[in-house]
C-alpha cells in the first residue's frame, strides 16, 4: 500500500482512458453533463450559480436589479480585476492545490456549464472536481480571507445542489506570494430550501420578460439578433419549475 505521506496528488484537464473506470460515478457523471456551449449567451439566459449571492442580497457589489437589468441586456455586467485575476491564474492555484493536498484533481478542458437535472434554468460551471466527486472552487483575492467570505457561500451550496456533491473545497491562491490555502464546506440542504423560492421568482420574472419580448418581436432569424439567446429563451420560457 502506498505510504500517505509520499504520496503526491496530481492535476489534469478531463477524465478519460484507463482512469475514467477509477473515478466515481458522481465525478463521472458531472463530467458528461458539462456542455460546451455559447457561453456569454447561455451565462445571460441561465441562472447560475454566481448569480444566487446577488439575488437573495448577499453581494455587497452587484444589486439583484442591476442582475436583473444584465440579463435583460439592458446593462452590460461587470467584469472586475478580482474576476479576470482568478481566470489569469486559476489552473497555476489548482496545480498547486493538487501538489500540497496531495488530491487528484480534474478541471474541465472546456470552459461550459452543467444544468441542473430538477430545474432547467439552473447552472453551474465547476473550476474543478476531486475523483471522489468534491467539487473546488479556486478565488484569487489580494489578501488572504478570515474563514470562506460569506459572498461565495451561495454560490458554492448552490453549485453543489447542481452538480450533487456532499462536500466542496474553497481554494485561495495569492498569485504574488505563491502561496495557497483552503477549507471545506458541506453542502447545506436547508439553505437551499430557504433561498430558492427567491431564485425561482427571479427566474420566472426573468423568463416572462423574455417571452414578451420574443412574442412581440417575432421569430425570425432577421429578428434574432435583437434577443441573446432568443432560441433558448423560447424553450425555457414556459417550463421554469
Known amino acids: 500500500m502506498e505510504d500517505e505521506k509520499s504520496r503526491s496528488g496530481s492535476f489534469e484537464f478531463g477524465i478519460g482512458g484507463d482512469k475514467f473506470r477509477d473515478v ?7 463530467f458528461n453533463r458539462l456542455k460546451e456551449e455559447d457561453i456569454e449567451v447561455k451565462r445571460r439566459c441561465l441562472i447560475t450559480s454566481t448569480n444566487i449571492a446577488k439575488i437573495i442580497g448577499h453581494n455587497p457589489y452587484v444589486t439583484r436589479q442591476e442582475l436583473l ?3 435583460l441586456g439592458n446593462q452590460v455586467a461587470r467584469t472586475t480585476r478580482d474576476i479576470t485575476r482568478g481566470r489569469d491564474y486559476e489552473i497555476e492555484a489548482l496545480q498547486l492545490f493538487a501538489k500540497l493536498s496531495k488530491f487528484d484533481v480534474r478541471a474541465p478542458s472546456f470552459r461550459g456549464f452543467v444544468r441542473s437535472r430538477k430545474h432547467n434554468f439552473l447552472a453551474t460551471s465547476p473550476d474543478a472536481i476531486l475523483l471522489d466527486g468534491t467539487l473546488v472552487e479556486v478565488k484569487v483575492p489580494l489578501r488572504f480571507s478570515r474563514g470562506i467570505p460569506a459572498l461565495y457561500i451561495p454560490q458554492m451550496q448552490f453549485s453543489m445542489y447542481i452538480l450533487q456533491c456532499r462536500k466542496s473545497f ?12 483552503w477549507q471545506s464546506l458541506d453542502f447545506d440542504n436547508k439553505f437551499i430550501e430557504k433561498h430558492f423560492p427567491a431564485i425561482q421568482n427571479f ?17 425570425s432569424e432577421e429578428n434574432l439578433r435583437f434577443i441573446p439567446g432568443k432560441i433558448f429563451w423560447k424553450s425555457l420560457a414556459s417550463r421554469v419549475h
Open 69 to 71: 437589468l444584465a440579463k
Open 170 to 181: 474553497y481554494v485561495e491562491y495569492n498569485a504574488e506570494r505563491k502561496e495557497i490555502r
Open 24 to 30: 466515481s460515478f458522481i465525478c463521472r457523471d458531472i
Open 203 to 219: 427566474a420566472s420574472v426573468v423568463f416572462s420578460a423574455y417571452k414578451d419580448q420574443i412574442d412581440e418581436i417575432g421569430f
